[in-house]
């Protein structure tokens, strides 16, 4: 069985400001991992994706995240906050054979 | 490249109605998704196909949801009674194939019950 854990269902930040959301995964296998942003009113979009290569991952729109296994853990970050980046974002784990699993999201609010 | 295409991207029904939603894929791809996803939650997968065939439908709620892949391209959701708490956001997603290929996902149909 597979499930994700995203801490806090809301996140605020200053514009300019860096930007972390937290994501727990729990697999029995190596698993793949991935965030999924969603603007109001649309589907979702890929931000990036973990499929056991490098464990720093870049994705689009200036945000990565760090595969560590350790910690069972896909945080995703960025920088600098900028307006745009306002949405909910969304962790999911599969491994590879088994369906995707999604977390429950977080909203990014993004203040001047 | 044209991506997935969803209809309609509202609805309004009373319980007990039926409604059908449509789902056209990215050309040449082969897995297509249905997934729930109701206010406040992450999507949740109903169906999953692979061209014509069906390879996963263990959360779909069979007594009243049901889906067909025709000519594995286009897909049709339908759900016959509709219920209150069947109000959620139904996505259509697909990718080239199953596993970790990225999924491709529609504007969504907002479905609400009243």
């Known amino acids: 069985a597979q499930s994700v854990t995203q801490l806090g269902s809301h996140v605020s930040v200053s514009e300019g400001a860096l930007v972390l959301l937290r994501c727990n995964y729990s697999?029995?296998?190596?698993?793949?991992l991935f965030w999924y942003v969603q603007y109001p009113n649309q589907g979702l979009q890929l931000l990036l994706k973990?499929?056991?290569?490098?464990?720093l991952v870049k994705g689009i729109n200036g945000f990565e995240a760090e595969f560590k296994k350790s910690e069972t853990s896909f945080h995703l970050t960025k920088p600098s906050a900028h307006m745009s980046d306002a949405a909910e974002y969304f962790c999911?784990?599969?491994?590879?054979?088994?369906?995707?699993?999604f977390g429950k999201g977080t909203m990014l609010l993004v203040s001047p | 490249e044209a991506g997935v295409a969803q209809s309609p991207r509202y609805k309004i029904i009373e319980k007990r109605q039926s409604v059908a939603f449509w789902c056209n894929p990215i050309?040449?791809?082969?897995?297509l998704y249905w997934y729930q996803q109701i206010l406040g939650q992450g999507p949740k997968l109903l169906i999953q196909?692979?061209?014509?065939?069906?390879?996963?439908d263990s959360q779909l709620p069979k007594d009243r949801f049901s889906a067909e892949r025709l000519k594995g391209v286009d897909s049709t959701l339908k759900i016959q009674p509709a219920k209150l708490e069947d109000s959620a956001v139904y996505l259509c997603?697909?990718?080239?194939?199953?596993?970790?290929?990225?999924?491709?996902f529609g504007p969504g149909t907002r479905l609400t019950v009243t």
């Open positions: 050309s040449g791809h082969a897995t």
């Open positions: 697999s029995s296998v190596p698993p793949y």
């Open positions: 973990y499929t056991s290569a490098a464990t």
């Open positions: 196909f692979q061209n014509n065939g069906v390879v996963d």
């Open positions: 997603a697909s990718s080239l194939d199953t596993g970790a290929y990225e999924q491709y």
């Open positions: 999911a784990v599969t491994s590879g054979y088994s369906t995707l699993t």
